[in-house]
């Protein structure tokens, strides 16, 4: 039986690098179904809701999701549909492998970067709790618990044991927020203290973000709290070509999601320029969560086929191709 996985489009370019990565999906041959559902902008306009209840009966039933990226507006309107759907469903980990493809030029090439961010993925400065005090006096608050801080640091450990990973480095403030990032910090301790064949080290994070650009290759595996973790996913995005290649995962005990890093690119959005590695990486990541080992190893080897042979790459990473082109070498690379 064909296995189902909900598929969210989204906003901007999510519809065209959906559509690519769903072809290439489907050219590994994998018997997988896609339950399409509605969120975000479209889905406001559409059925007059953001986050329709149908996206969560649909998630309920499949427990996996492909999403395109969901536009959230600038200081005012609608809340984000990321951070409710990761609340929502307690996708408490959000994993972002963060490689250099073979035969891309970047200022890093030469380093063969291969980091692994985990980023707490449902509290933080994102709790969504702001008020205004008085007039002209906003406080926005900053949510740390015991509980997420020990989720999210046993699950980048493990994943250090699991892939034998030399290192584990903690990235916080907690010389200025000593009881919140304090926390965090102390739960990294608890569980680093468990995994003794592991080394555990600490950065604070404008340090950490000098020392990703002067030294990108003495990190191994990060994990930090939601606000840092999303600021430093796309400066680590960066280092390996851009947001156009880098995919994620949010993972909770029940459900996971599988999205690229970056967002809607309104200012490339319905010109066919938009790159799909991002989410044909993360699909690539969705298959594996599966089971489907041998599909996702076809994906992921078509892809870096086509980069290392440099011919149909978008623009972004430096070529001429526009999505189409690219994912035809993509499923072309497949049969080879
Ligand atoms: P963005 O990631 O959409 O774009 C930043 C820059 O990277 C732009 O120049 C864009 O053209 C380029 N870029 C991004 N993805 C690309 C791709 N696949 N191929 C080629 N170029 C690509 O970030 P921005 O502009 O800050 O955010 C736009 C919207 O996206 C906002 O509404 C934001 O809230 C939303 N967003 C949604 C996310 C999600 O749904 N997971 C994640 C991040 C942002």
């Known amino acids: 039986m064909a296995r189902q996985i909900t598929l969210i489009p989204g906003d901007g370019i999510g519809p065209e690098v959906a559509e690519a990565t769903v072809r290439a999906v489907e050219a590994t041959g994998v018997d997988v179904e896609w339950e399409r559902v509605e969120a975000g902008a479209k889905a406001l306009e559409d059925l007059g809701q953001l986050l329709p209840d149908d996206v969560f ?25 990321n951070v409710a759907l990761r609340k929502k469903l307690g996708l408490y980990v959000n994993f972002r492998p963060v490689r250099m493809l073979p ?5 890093f090439s030469d380093l063969a970067l291969d980091l692994a961010i985990f980023r707490e993925n449902t509290e933080d400065l994102y709790s969504g709790i702001e008020h205004e005090v008085i007039p002209d006096v906003v406080e926005s608050l900053k949510i740390i618990t015991k509980t997420a801080s020990m989720k999210i640091a046993r699950a980048a450990f493990e994943y250090a044991r699991r892939e034998g990973r030399r290192k584990v480095t903690a990235i916080h403030k907690a010389n200025i927020m000593k009881m919140s990032d304090g926390l965090f910090l102390k739960c990294c301790r608890t569980v680093a203290g468990e995994y003794g064949e592991i080394e555990y080290t600490e950065l604070i994070v404008d340090n950490a973000c000098m020392q990703l650009v002067m030294r990108p290759e003495t990190f191994d595996v990060l994990v930090l709290p939601n606000l840092y973790g999303d600021i430093v996913s796309d400066l680590a995005a960066g280092l390996v070509g851009g947001l156009g290649i880098v995919p994620g995962a949010n993972i909770g005990d029940r459900h996971a ?34 089971r489907e080992r041998e599909a996702a190893e076809k994906l992921q080897g078509a892809v870096e086929r086509v980069y290392a042979e440099g011919r149909h790459l978008t623009r972004d990473v430096g070529g001429a191709a526009g999505t189409r082109e690219f994912t035809e070498a993509v499923i072309a690379a497949m049969s080879r």
Do not use: Y
């Open 57 to 81: 009966a649909s998630l309920e039933c499949t427990r996996v999701g492909l999403k395109g990226p969901t536009a959230t507006p600038i200081g005012g309107g609608h809340p984000s549909i």
């Open 257 to 290: 999601i599988f999205e690229a890093v970056h967002g809607t690119a309104p200012d490339i959005a319905g010109m066919g320029m938009a790159n799909p590695t991002a989410l044909m990486q993360s699909a690539a990541l969705m298959l594996a969560h599966i």
């Open 103 to 107: 035969g891309l030029k970047t200022r």
